[in-house]
């Protein structure tokens, strides 16, 4: 019976974030398709404004039916927005995410910028896992499994080559750092994240990280960048992406991490760069080299070991709290 529960439980937390990783890798596609015109800076802060607002509108109307069910029963209903404290949640939590998904978004586009897409992706995605493994293991002193590690190198050495056999390549070492920033943001925010949605709604959760994390990036686009220029396929792009490669992506992605661990849910992330390729393949009719298809064999079979650890983990969690 544990073990039954404990797979189930895992493989819907899998199921969650693989689904939310297949809807970062339209990511690229979409601004292919018009995004041109504003500058990375302004791409990352609309995005997260976008979906503030979007999650916002969820988070407005499932209170609402909330409320409506309530009535009926007569049953109180949660405020719209909880008090974070009052659940045993420091606010600072939600900061320190916000600054995780902000940095991020800015990071990763100017270090793109930088580097190009192949190296900066290849990176700031690459690193993600490996920082989420190391803060694990250093900071919360909960290491991670050998089969772990050796699935999430597999993964990352496949991503790579994924990426880079895109080619379009440029030596910048600060676009390096750069990309090396967003891969360690993006780890601490879902470590953080995977702490904050155990204990309040990730739809609660959700809004207020990306709210403060648009109301840090709009204000250093604006000084970095100007006022941005808009066009009809800009705004249609950057509402996809807010919309749908933000707010819909990240709130499966939370739901997901409320039944694997952090470092896990960073590694399924994987799957972004296996979603691309699928759409390069398919949609755009793109030729891939076989460095291309060696690598998704290997984040394939990366991730067949790092799901297998998960689950051995979760078993091994269930069997102790039930002993």
Do not use: D
Request: a positive charge.
């Amino acid at each position: 019976m544990v073990r039954n529960s404990s797979a189930s439980s895992s493989a819907v937390g899998i199921a969650f974030v693989s689904v939310a990783a297949v809807l970062w890798g339209t990511t690229g596609t979409a601004q292919s398709l018009g995004a041109g015109g504003l500058s990375p800076f302004w791409v990352g802060a609309a995005q997260l404004a976008v979906s503030s607002l979007f999650l916002g509108a969820l988070l407005a109307v499932s209170h609402r039916r909330l409320r409506g069910r309530a009535g009926q029963g007569g049953a109180p209903v949660q405020p719209l927005l909880p008090n974070p404290v009052h659940l045993g949640l420091r606010p600072a939590w939600f900061l320190l995410a916000s600054m995780g998904i902000g940095g991020y978004s800015i990071f990763f586009y100017e270090g793109v910028t930088l580097t190009g897409v192949a190296v900066g992706t290849a990176v700031a995605i690459g690193s993600g896992p490996i920082w989420a493994g190391l803060m694990q293991a250093l900071v919360l002193r909960a290491p991670l499994s050998a089969l772990w590690w050796a699935g999430t190198l597999v993964s990352v050495a496949g991503g790579a080559a994924m990426v880079m056999a895109r080619g379009g390549a440029t030596l910048s070492w600060s676009g390096l750092a750069l990309c090396l920033l967003a891969g360690l943001s993006y780890a601490g925010y879902a470590l953080i994240n995977k702490r904050l949605v155990t204990h309040m709604s990730p739809r609660v959760v959700n809004f207020y990280v990306f709210t403060g994390a648009a109301c840090m990036a709009v204000p250093i686009a604006l000084v970095q960048s100007g006022l941005p220029q808009w066009s009809l396929a800009a705004v249609l792009v950057v509402v996809y992406l807010g919309v749908v490669v933000s707010g819909l992506a990240h709130m499966l992605f939370s739901i997901g991490l409320r039944s694997i661990s952090g470092p896990t849910g960073v590694t399924l992330s994987l799957i972004e760069p296996v979603a691309a390729f699928v759409l390069a393949v398919w949609v755009v009719g793109e030729r891939q080299p076989l460095q291309s298809w060696l690598g998704l064999l290997a984040v394939l079979a990366g991730l067949m070991l790092v799901i297998g650890a998960e689950m051995r983990s979760q078993r091994a969690v269930m069997a102790a709290q039930m002993a």
